[in-house]
């Protein structure tokens, strides 16, 4: 019981880091039907300008995860704005693969900048923990989770009973009624990116705050997010969180047992399990758990 609680413990703070890449990349899906590829890039840049503001220039965590935050959503805005706007009307297959490229433009300077050393992100809580009847419960892990759900509230309010949220939500579903009533919806897109690009700084900077720190490799994180929001759903907030828990505990079981039961995977098979359970709901359920489905009359 204890191996299973130690692991359900590793898989919450896992889903918590999916679960902010995985509501970005909805956000954005759901105003402009389009999967940004270049998240996980922008989620690189904002762990890296919150390791840059707290261990180089020597300011307080908190105070660099936001300016983090901040400096990535600027990102996002700017690549929405300067890249993504003109292409608007133009086939959503050439604006997917626009991020593609995207991607890359984002990521090469940070791998430059982070070079091939292990960076920090200054955070608190290091490595000390909690120990409960046996079970270990880093405080990292409690400040992972907390901040997930802190935010899937403030979202779920924001979109619930705000005008902008609201509004957000009706281009969603359709962008000519939008303009129609008056919404301005390229700000909605501005906003959607915006959003993402924040939520994406805090989940990279969760993700570099352990053992491995921040590198280069720290960008498989964001594209281990897309199993998630395959398994919920491409349109589904909730979907987004559900594909994030079903994703990170699955990881973290396989991690746990895998060598146990079925040693005959191989190493780090847990790396791989996220991919194998996207290709299985792709072949059973292709719009997620909680997606909307698709019909199309010919």
């Given at each position: 019981?204890?191996?299973?609680?130690?692991?359900?413990?590793?898989?919450?703070?896992?889903?918590?880091?999916?679960?902010?890449?995985?509501?970005?990349?909805?956000?954005?899906?759901?105003?402009?039907?389009?999967?940004?590829?270049?998240?996980?890039?922008?989620?690189?840049?904002?762990?890296?300008?919150?390791?840059?503001?707290?261990?180089?220039?020597?300011?307080?965590?908190?105070?660099?995860?936001?300016?983090?935050?901040?400096?990535?959503?600027?990102?996002?805005?700017?690549?929405?704005?300067?890249?993504?706007?003109?292409?608007?009307?133009?086939?959503?297959?050439?604006?997917?693969?626009?991020?593609?490229?995207?991607?890359?433009?984002?990521?090469?300077?940070?791998?430059?900048?982070?070079?091939?050393?292990?960076?920090?992100?200054?955070?608190?809580?290091?490595?000390?923990?909690?120990?409960?009847?046996?079970?270990?419960?880093?405080?990292?892990?409690?400040?992972?989770?907390?901040?997930?759900?802190?935010?899937?509230?403030?979202?779920?309010?924001?979109?619930?009973?705000?005008?902008?949220?609201?509004?957000?939500?009706?281009?969603?579903?359709?962008?000519?009624?939008?303009?129609?009533?008056?919404?301005?919806?390229?700000?909605?897109?501005?906003?959607?990116?915006?959003?993402?690009?924040?939520?994406?700084?805090?989940?990279?900077?969760?993700?570099?705050?352990?053992?491995?720190?921040?590198?280069?490799?720290?960008?498989?994180?964001?594209?281990?997010?897309?199993?998630?929001?395959?398994?919920?759903?491409?349109?589904?907030?909730?979907?987004?969180?559900?594909?994030?828990?079903?994703?990170?505990?699955?990881?973290?079981?396989?991690?746990?047992?895998?060598?146990?039961?079925?040693?005959?995977?191989?190493?780090?098979?847990?790396?791989?399990?996220?991919?194998?359970?996207?290709?299985?709901?792709?072949?059973?359920?292709?719009?997620?758990?909680?997606?909307?489905p698709e019909i199309e009359r010919v």
């Amino acid at each position: 019981m204890t191996t299973f609680l130690q692991a359900t413990i590793a898989g919450l703070s896992l889903a918590s880091i999916y679960a902010l890449l995985a509501l970005g990349f909805v956000i954005i899906y759901k105003a402009m039907q389009v999967v940004s590829f270049a998240h996980p890039a922008v989620m690189l840049f904002g762990a890296y300008m919150v390791s840059w503001f707290a261990v180089d220039l020597g300011m307080g965590f908190i105070l660099s995860v936001v300016l983090g935050a901040v400096a990535a959503a600027s990102l996002g805005w700017l690549s929405e704005r300067v890249t993504i706007r003109p292409m608007i009307g133009k086939p959503l297959f050439a604006i997917a693969i626009l991020t593609i490229g995207l991607d890359i433009v984002i990521r090469t300077p940070i791998n430059n900048l982070i070079g091939l050393d292990i960076r920090t992100v200054g955070s608190p809580w290091g490595f000390n923990a909690w120990n409960i009847n046996g079970v270990t419960v880093p405080y990292r892990s409690v400040a992972m989770i907390a901040t997930a759900l802190v935010i899937t509230v403030l979202l779920f309010l924001f979109f619930r009973y705000t005008r902008v949220g609201l509004a957000m939500r009706a281009t969603a579903i359709d962008q000519e009624v939008a303009l129609a009533q008056g919404i301005n919806v390229g700000r909605i897109f501005s906003l959607a990116w915006m959003m993402a690009g924040a939520m994406a700084a805090v989940a990279g900077m969760f993700a570099a705050s352990d053992l491995a720190g921040l590198s280069q490799s720290t960008y498989i994180v964001g594209i281990k997010a897309l199993p998630a929001i395959v398994v919920g759903g491409l349109d589904s907030i909730n979907g987004a969180v559900i594909g994030a828990l079903v994703i990170g505990l699955i990881e973290a079981y396989t991690a746990t047992y895998q060598s146990s039961y079925a040693p005959w995977l191989g190493g780090n098979f847990s790396q791989v399990v996220p991919y194998v359970v996207l290709l299985a709901v792709l072949l059973i359920r292709p719009y997620g758990l909680f997606g909307s489905p698709e019909i199309e009359r010919v």
